[in-house]
């Protein structure tokens, strides 16, 4: 979920393939879940609207300042993209009537804090640890800004933030600034994992699946008023305005305890290719992208590179029993491929970046945070978000394993643990440590264009 990750993707300076005639109406959709811009820098700014007046002001200027995927789709290169997405509070503070406010979602109305315990964000990920004001009902807006370098996105902040001072009414709770980590050869996080590997193709963008990846799923499983892969959508937020083009938004600002995680590999391995295959055990990934499944003995850093090969794997019949990949691997859980039910009514996009400075190798803990800030769109926070963090994150039972949770997302305390299945005899890591906590959380809703002009012209 890093930034940027060089070379620029073939889309980026040249128009896009056309989509399907008559599918989705990118003029009036956020560009943030539909391509990915070039950036290197971004910076995440979290608002309230203490004034409903003021905040509908805020929101008319800024609509007009929204990057949309038509722009994107176009070829023309821009050294900045910007998208906004509002918190059900946020909705409600703009003067949304009680029976639309009703229409949405019950997971959204009540919010990411409010439902910590369903996606398992307990003890030190709980919301009363969050920073930033997101676990509070004051948080009512995001503007995400992606910028192609800090200089750009520096820029924008002074902008911004000269707006906001003539927004009596409009304030900042918090605020983050991200940059992509060197080296900018690929993209990757803190850990030195390779990202951006695995990505579903949403219908009708005219992107072609990577081989691996299945087939195209359908815009409404992504984006509220389409078809999704079980038909016609229905049931979307009132008026009907706001059922089309809009989708959910889940934000997650994980820290990542890189000394641990550096110290965790020296007491599992003692040498350096022995430290290296345990991070990849526990990713499912040597740290270069290269899948275990399909090169188990050693890294492949070629074949991480390949996007035409890379996740081209199975699990079920490749790596049955996980002596590849194990089970309970981060890529086994978070996207078990042909190995569970439903698998098209679970995808969902990711989106963000890393924050914080790297901490150089060898080096010990600086007590400097640094992490991953990332966001995961779709159409049904309960069915696709809710369902990976609760199910494939934290469930201990999963692939009916035992007392184990995701070793890098889930919620770790010390008392689970981490099986590696090998000949003659697997290998269990008993009291497998928290490599990551959760720093703060919200759910968002991505309206379309047509429908942040319309939220910004209550009354």
Known sequence: MTIYSPPLPKSVGRELPKADAGSLEFEDIQHFLIHRSPALAARYEFLTFREPAAGRAWLRAMTEKVTTAAAVRSGQLDTRWV?????????????LDDHSLASFPEEFRQGMATRAEVLGLTGGNHPEHWKGGLASADLHAIVILFARDVLERER???????????????????????EAIPPFDYAHEHFGYRDRLSQPAIEGT??????????????????????????????????????????????????????????FLRQHGETQDEQELVAAKLMGRWRSGAPLVLTPAKDDPKLAGDYQRTNDFDFGKMDPYGYACPLGSHIRRMNPRDTAANMNRRKMIRRGGTYGPPLPEGAPEDGRERGIAAFVGCASLVRQFEFAMNVWANDPNFHELSNERDPIVGTQDGTFDMTIPKRPIRKKIKGLPAFTTIRGGAYFFLPGIEALRYLASLT
């Open 206 to 263: 005219g992107e072609e699946p990577m081989p691996g990846s299945g087939p195209a799923i359908k815009a409404g499983e992504f984006v509220l008023g389409y078809p999704d892969e079980e038909g016609p959508s229905a049931g979307g937020p009132r008026p009907e305005i706001l059922s089309r083009n809009g989708s959910y938004l889940a934000y997650l600002m994980m820290e990542e305890h890189v000394g641990a995680f550096r110290d």
């Open 83 to 95: 998208t906004v997405a509002l918190s059900w509070n946020g909705i409600r503070a703009l003067g």
């Open 156 to 178: 924008c902040r002074v902008e911004h933030e000269k707006f906001l001072s003539q927004c009596q009414g409009v304030e900042m709770l918090s605020s983050l600034d991200l």
